[in-house]
């Protein structure tokens, strides 16, 4: 048991498709995060939000929208995504606001066909 | 440009030696660094951490050395075994920016 739970566990998805990750956290943190790790690359952070607001967008296309309705829940919402976006996508939580390590789920893997 | 990067992308160790995972980072101003572990098909585990104000730290079976002169984090695990099988990768973090980097990755294989 990670105390973070992503959903779901492999997406193969078109490019024309609409699809959303799901991630939950049972930590009692406030800070949630999207990453994307691609094939021998480092981790890249997507988004970081801080008590439901977004604080952090890494220049990443508008085809990713990320949504946190609450400190507990973090979505990931894809559209007309294209094949080079294929990666496994890691969501994260930890304390806001302290030096914190972050936890992580064990992530969706998305291949765009 | 700022990095954190791994000297060995791949180690292989035989069961029950020790194992020296290396990193580099080229940010001055970090002050946080991890270790993280990622087993196939999971998401990263949390393994060790390391204040800037700190050369040394140990864990159960792992030491993180820090030598902020050159820039540089190892992870030691001693008497590996083999479910220390994994990749295993570095981040360091700039408090004050809110800033966290990752390296890319060492992958540990035992060998028996």
């Known amino acids: 048991e990670t105390g973070v739970t992503q959903t779901p566990r492999h997406l193969v998805m078109g490019m024309t498709n609409k699809k959303s990750l799901k991630c939950e956290q049972h930590l009692g943190h406030n800070a949630m995060y999207w990453y994307k790790q691609s094939a021998k690359k480092p981790l890249e952070l997507m988004f970081v939000y801080n008590f439901k607001e977004q604080t952090e967008n890494n220049s990443v296309p508008s085809r990713f929208s990320p949504e946190c309705p609450n400190s507990s829940h973090l979505f990931l919402h894809l559209h007309t995504l294209q094949p080079e976006d294929s990666a496994l996508y890691l969501c994260?939580?930890?304390?806001?606001?302290?030096?914190?390590?972050?936890?992580f789920g064990d992530g969706t893997r998305l291949s765009i066909l | 440009g700022e990095s954190v990067g791994l000297h060995l992308p791949t180690l292989s160790v035989q069961e029950g030696d020790n194992s020296i995972i290396n990193c580099a980072y080229s940010?001055?101003?970090?002050?946080?660094f991890i270790w993280y572990k990622q087993e196939s098909g999971k998401g990263p585990q949390f393994i060790i951490d390391?204040?800037?104000?700190?050369d040394k730290r140990q864990g159960q079976r792992v030491t993180v050395l820090l030598n902020k002169t050159v820039k540089h984090l190892s992870l030691q695990i001693a008497a590996t075994q083999p479910g220390d099988s994994a990749v295993y990768f570095c981040?360091?973090?700039?408090?004050?920016?809110?800033?966290?980097?990752f390296g890319s990755g060492t992958r540990l294989s035992i060998r028996p």
């Open positions: 994260a939580s930890s304390q806001a606001g302290d030096i914190q390590p972050q936890h």
């Open positions: 981040a360091e973090i700039y408090s004050s920016a809110s800033k966290i980097i």
């Open positions: 940010n001055s101003a970090s002050d946080y």
């Open positions: 390391i204040r800037s104000n700190m």
